[in-house]
Every structure is written in structure tokens, then in C-alpha cells.
């Protein structure tokens, strides 16, 4: 029987629906947000990102590059669960229509959950259509019963995935990504390239999936707020928080009107919540934060995409790398033999990153020791010595080495 690629094919669909739709949130991010940027620069404010950037936010190629983070993320994570549900039920659960209804009743409560907060079309787009697709490819590209491993083939590529997990599970802090940049993509060219890549373009996505609160800059209307006197009040403790007042201009993130005692607060045109002027004013902090916690639809979205790259990408790139090594073992070993061989290859690419990522150096326990790694060889030493630096809002101009890292 000729060899054939399994995961590829079968994980291909979920990506290119997800980088389809994830196109297409961002560019309506960006427009939106160079719309806003307008009428803030308009109105006499510093624009973030300021005009040299702004004029990319129009373009296509900067939404499907910026879309690249949520196909990479939460398109591979809904993508390799549908993988291994199709899997797991021809392989172990015979197909069985029972089963197959409970994973019906899962996606729909996905779904659900998806939308708990509030409609969110484009979102919920990716936890309708990936799962769907990407379990009947599966299927479609599933061995034959006649020409499968057994048992200990099946289950030995899942066992060396959670090895790897063990392995690395002790090194997932809350700085895993510094980290990773830090010591994997900084130490090489290729690498820096996808740190690069990786700054210019998650801009664009972050914005598409950013709450009220996460935001740099946002708009407010006051035109319906009252007296002018309490409308300046509004403007002055809101502008503390970042909300400038651009009146009718455009649709505002936030529009405070007054209906008698109370104040109502919408967001995008649609009432978010109510609340007495003295609240307004004398504790503005904790209600603008209501006030974004209760307009945000996409609490569970970000959820996802977090837990989606932090467990999900790092398994459907071990998946690749071994269906590739898998396929190519098939012309120089029986199919059972490429199985193992292939988890192995795996298994040693995963712990030699490992080892890579956990190299000694960069320890830097207190100041005194900054200024000499500042001088050091060593790459790692010099960027725990910053981040010393950072943490302890020390004065980088007073060292030595400050003149020398200005051209590193």
C-alpha cells in the first residue's frame, strides 16, 4: 500500500477556513479603528499607532498577515480537536451514532458558549465551520482497517506528545513566550525574522480582539450628558482613562446620555448600563471597567486562542512534523516501522529545544551583577541583565555597556 499523508491534509481545511475568516475580522478591525484614528486626529489628538502606520490599516495584505495569529491559534486548536475526535471515534469508539450525537451536542454548546456574552458573528464563524470540515476530511483520510497499526502504533505517537509535555510543562510561567522569544527566536537569524514578523503584524490582531479596557485609546460622546458643566466634568475624568470626547463625530466606543437621576452608558449605539453621576465621577476607574467587562462579547474567544497557543499549536506542529517524518519513513521502512522511527525523530527534536530553551545563563540575582553581564558573551546574560534593569527601574544610560547596546 503507497504511503499517504494523514494530519496535513486533514488539519488543512481548518486553517485555510480559519485564515479566510480571520482575514476578514481583522480588516474590519482595521477599518474601523483607522475610522477612529481619523476623527481622534481630527479633534486634535496624538493618533496610536500615529500617521505612519495608519495608512496600513486600509490595506488587505496587513488583515491577512495580522490574521495569521488567530489561524495559528485558535484555528489550529478547533482544528486539532476535530482531528482527534474523528480519530478517536473510528479508532475506538467504532463510530458509533451515540457518540457521534454527543459530539453534535458538544459543538452546538460551543457555540453557545461562544455567543453567551452577546452575538458575535465573526467569531462564532470559526466554532461552526472548522470543526465540521476538518472531522469529515478526517474521516475521509482515515487508513483503511486492513493496512493500520495496532494498538501500540496508535497510541505510542500520544504517548511521546505527552512526554513532551511533561517535559516542558515546568518552563510554562507566566513569561513562557518571553522566553521563547528570548532564547529560541533571538539566538538565530531565522528566528528573528519570526520575532520580527511577529511585532509587525499582531498589532492588527490584537485590535480585533481587544475589550474596551485593553485599549490605548478610545472615544466617547458627551454631547447628551447633560449641563456643560457636568459634560466637562465627564470629559476630564474620562480622558484620565483614555476615553476622548470626539462628540458627534463617528460612532463612539462609549456615549454617556442622561435620562433624569440616571445616566445610561452604550457602547456602538446599544445600552450597556446605568449609573448615577456621583459613581461617574467620584469612581470613574471601577465603572468604566463595568463598563468594558459588560460590552466585551469576546471574553471566551480570547480564552480559547490563549489556551489554543499555548497547547494547541505546539501539538498540531509536533502532528506535521510527524505524519512528514512518518510519509518519508514509509519508502525505507514497513509502515509499522516508520511509526516509531518517526515518534523518536520527534521525541529528540522536542528535547533538544528543550535543552536549547533551558541553556544556563542568564542568571542575575541582584544589581551588582548587572553591569558585568551587560558585558557578557553570554546572550542570555545580557537579556536577564535587562530585564533586571526593567523590573527594578534601573537607569540604563549609567552603564557602560549602554553606548554598545545602542548598536547591538
Request: proline letters at 4%.
Amino acid at each position: 500500500m503507497k504511503p499517504r499523508l494523514f494530519a496535513i491534509p486533514s488539519l488543512l481545511p481548518g486553517l485555510i477556513i480559519a485564515q479566510v475568516i480571520a482575514t476578514a475580522q481583522v480588516y474590519l478591525s482595521n477599518t474601523g479603528l483607522y475610522r477612529s484614528l481619523e476623527i481622534i486626529r481630527d479633534r486634535g489628538y496624538l493618533a496610536v499607532p500615529n500617521e505612519l502606520v495608519m495608512p496600513s490599516l486600509k490595506g488587505i495584505l496587513a488583515a491577512f498577515w495580522g490574521g495569521l495569529f488567530f489561524t495559528l491559534s485558535l484555528g489550529a486548536g478547533l482544528s486539532l480537536l476535530s482531528l482527534a475526535a474523528a480519530w478517536a471515534w473510528d479508532c475506538f469508539c467504532q463510530r458509533s451514532r451515540i457518540v457521534l450525537g454527543l459530539y453534535a451536542a458538544a459543538w452546538l454548546a460551543l457555540v453557545t458558549v461562544m455567543n453567551f456574552g452577546g452575538l458575535a458573528p465573526l467569531a462564532s464563524a470559526y466554532f461552526l465551520l472548522i470543526p465540521p470540515a476538518v472531522f469529515r476530511t478526517a474521516l475521509k483520510r482515515m487508513p483503511p482497517s486492513k493496512g493500520r497499526t495496532t494498538g501500540y502504533g496508535r497510541l505510542l505517537p500520544v504517548a511521546v506528545a505527552v512526554l513532551l509535555g511533561f517535559l516542558w510543562v515546568p518552563y510554562m510561567d507566566r513569561d513562557f513566550f518571553g522566553e521563547i522569544r528570548d532564547r529560541l527566536l533571538l539566538s538565530n537569524r531565522f528566528g528573528q525574522m519570526i520575532n520580527q514578523f511577529y511585532y509587525d503584524y499582531t498589532l492588527y490582531a490584537a485590535e480585533a480582539m481587544k475589550s474596551l479596557d485593553q485599549k490605548m485609546l478610545k472615544t466617547c460622546n458627551l454631547t447628551d450628558a447633560g449641563s456643560e458643566p457636568v459634560a466637562r466634568a465627564l470629559e476630564r475624568e474620562l480622558g484620565k482613562h483614555d476615553y476622548l470626547n470626539i462628540g458627534r463625530y463617528g460612532v463612539s466606543d462609549l456615549k454617556v446620555v442622561q435620562a433624569g437621576e440616571r445616566f445610561i452608558l452604550a457602547h456602538r449605539g446599544v445600552p450597556v448600563m446605568q449609573t448615577a453621576l456621583k459613581d461617574l465621577l467620584s469612581r470613574t476607574e471601577a465603572a468604566v471597567k463595568e463598563f468594558s467587562l459588560k460590552s466585551d462579547r469576546l471574553q471566551f474567544f480570547r480564552k480559547v486562542i490563549f489556551l489554543s497557543l499555548l497547547a494547541a499549536l505546539p501539538v498540531v506542529l509536533y502532528i506535521l512534523f510527524f505524519d512528514l517524518f512518518r510519509y518519508a519513513g514509509c519508502f525505507f521502512l514497513s509502515a509499522k516501522s516508520a511509526v516509531p522511527a518517526a515518534a523518536l525523530i520527534c521525541f529528540c527534536l522536542g528535547a533538544g529545544l528543550l535543552a536549547v530553551f533551558s541553556l544556563k545563563g542568564g542568571a542575575v540575582s541582584d544589581e551588582t551583577h548587572v553591569a558585568r553581564a551587560l558585558d557578557s558573551e553570554n546572550l542570555y546574560d545580557r537579556l536577564a541583565a535587562l530585564k533586571v534593569i526593567e523590573q527594578k527601574g534601573l537607569e540604563i544610560a549609567g552603564f557602560g555597556a549602554y553606548a554598545h547596546l545602542l548598536a547591538s
